[in-house]
């Protein structure tokens, strides 16, 4: 069962510490056997912790090797996390807290997920039978990619800002709900970010900044419950400043 909206308010500082295990750790070569994956299925390669989709009305919990249909939900818990692999060469892991839907739209062959809420990892292999692009929508964003791509994006339950890194290839990302003209061009190493009411091209992040702002204000909030650990950083408020400000000014292209 999906954890309470002020549980995922209090982790909404968490984003960019918990995404860096994944960025870092680059591409990762799949050995995926995805002849066993169906066009109108996702298959469990991995389940661990509270992992659920719906049947007949009911919460369902699912396993490894068992197939989770179009348009049903993947809705994971606190210790909640799964990896599926597609049809076409695509494969995605659903991490803890998250609501997502498999090919919600079944008339595109293109839409693969459909974010509502949580952390998701998307792989994309080129092979024969892949659709020539890939979509995956939250309540703000469209991602699409075109031939391999790894990418995370995470979207907040409070106001379905969206993020996404991108660790392999390129996406390109139009706002939902202010289409602009072309869509941005994200490509490994970079990260952008989506609010519901802002456009695109004020929001482009530079990883390097933002990580560094991050792991800052970790370590501040840290210190104020241990003692001494963040007397180095209690009065460094024009660091932080400057540091936002690098961070708003290193995306604008």
């Known amino acids: ?20 295990p994944f960025l870092l750790s680059g591409a990762i070569a799949s050995d995926i056997d995805y002849s066993a994956a169906q066009k109108d299925a ?28 179009v348009t049903k939900p993947i809705i994971t818990g606190q210790d909640g996390y799964a990896k599926f692999a597609a049809a076409g060469g695509a494969d995605f892991e659903v991490f803890a807290n ?9 008339g ?20 024969a039978d892949q659709p020539s692009q ?10 699409t990619a075109r031939g391999g791509a790894v990418f995370t994006l995470a979207v907040d339950d409070e106001d379905d800002s969206t993020r996404v890194d991108v660790e392999q290839g390129e996406i390109f990302v139009q ?22 009411d802002e456009p695109l091209i004020s929001r482009r992040l ?17 210190g104020a419950a241990i003692p001494g650990l963040g007397k180095n950083f209690a009065s460094d408020a024009v660091s932080d400043q400057m540091v936002a400000r690098n961070i708003v000014a290193s995306g604008l292209d």
């Open 1 to 20: 069962m999906l954890a309470s909206r002020d549980y995922l308010r209090h982790r909404r500082w968490l984003w960019s510490f918990v995404l860096v």
């Open 42 to 69: 996702a298959l469990v390669i991995s389940a661990s912790g509270q992992v659920s989709t719906d049947k007949n009305g009911q919460d369902w919990a699912i396993g490894q090797a068992e197939r989770i249909g």
């Open 98 to 106: 998250s609501l997502v839907t498999f090919r919600e739209n079944v």
């Open 108 to 127: 595109n062959p293109q839409d693969l997920l459909d974010v509502t809420t949580g952390r998701v990892r998307v792989q994309l292999h080129i092979s």
């Open 134 to 143: 890939y979509r995956v929508i939250t309540p703000v964003a469209i991602i």
């Open 175 to 196: 706002h939902a709900l202010l289409p602009r003209g072309a869509p941005e061009i994200v490509k490994a190493g970079d990260a952008i970010a989506v609010d519901a």
């Open 206 to 222: 530079d990883r390097g900044s933002l990580y560094r702002y991050a792991f800052h204000s970790i370590i501040k909030t840290l």
